[in-house]
């Protein structure tokens, strides 16, 4: 169930990744990586599960994602033959300053809203999805080219929809980056079970009060509130595994089935039964 560090390297005479059909249908693979990434999905129906967003798609797929955005791979439960192109990318792999350039003012912008994970619907996805699917029969120079044309498509279009309000952000120092991988760390092995304040803070050297301000000035969020959303995104994957309401609540960290339903909806906009209903077709 834990979120997996995804190592990324482009492939042999690319500045950026292809991946194509990679096949993990059995495999519930929760992670992240640094790099930008596209997907497209044709020829299945499933779960859409980036971020704190869950939905499903129908038939076909395609989506946009910025750097550390968690997700889940689109083929997860799929029992049909369905075929994925998949590009992962660094923002500067064409260059530090290839986002600065004038030309590519709009495509700049794209990969700004890629931080709350992009869905495209109509005859946008559509279009893209032909793109991609032809990178592969393409020589790398002609490669790259579709590739910007594709993200001239992307960014240009009125066919998108943002999958998560706020964007997902990791501009920690080092310092920061080593107390925030402690606290996932932590809350990873103890989630299960009651976690006071005082433990957390004394993990970071800081006094109670002190961490409750470094922990909201680093997140936007309580330490409540967040440990409350890990909880319920571990809920949502053990709903999606078919488990019960009642298993969700208990292996997840909650003490009261109540409770439960209560931070559930707050979050999720449904309550838990509905949310299984709605994903387990």
């Known amino acids: 169930m834990k ?5 990324v390297l482009p492939d042999q005479d690319r500045s950026f990744r292809l991946l194509l059909t990679p096949r993990l249908n059995d495999q519930f693979y929760w992670h992240f990586h640094p790099e930008y990434e596209i997907v497209y999905v044709e020829g299945a129906s499933g779960t859409r599960h980036i971020g704190s967003h869950i939905s499903r798609y129908e038939g076909s797929d395609l989506v946009f994602m910025g750097p550390n955005i968690p997700h ?9 033959d369905c075929e994925q192109v998949i590009v992962q990318m660094k923002d500067s792999f064409l260059g530090k300053d290839f986002l600065a350039a004038p030309e590519l003012a709009a495509v700049h912008r794209l990969f700004e809203q890629a931080r709350h994970g992009l869905s495209f619907h109509g005859t946008t996805k559509q279009q893209a999805g032909e793109r991609l ?37 990791y501009n920690y120092n080092l310092k920061e980056q080593q107390r925030m991988k402690q606290l996932y760390a932590f809350i990873e092995e103890n989630f299960k079970r009651k976690i006071e304040i005082s433990e957390v803070a004394g993990l970071t050297n800081l006094s109670e009060a002190a961490f409750c301000r470094y922990f909201k000035k680093l997140t936007r969020m309580t330490f409540t509130e967040f440990l409350n959303q890990y909880r319920i995104h571990q809920a949502k994957q053990l709903l999606l595994l078919d488990h019960n309401v009642t298993e969700a609540c208990y292996e997840s960290g909650f ?9 559930f909806k707050k ?13 387990l077709v």
């Open 133 to 169: 699917k032809r990178l592969v029969t393409l020589p790398p120079f002609e490669q790259l080219i579709e590739l910007l044309r594709v993200f001239q498509l992307l960014a240009t279009t009125e066919e998108v929809t943002l999958l998560n309000t706020q964007p997902v952000e």
């Open 72 to 80: 889940l791979n689109f083929d997860y439960g799929v029992r049909t």
């Open 267 to 279: 979050i999720a906009g449904e309550n838990p039964l509905q949310f299984k209903k709605r994903h």
């Open 3 to 7: 979120v997996q560090l995804e190592e």
């Open 255 to 263: 003490e009261s089935l109540s409770y439960f339903n209560k931070t």
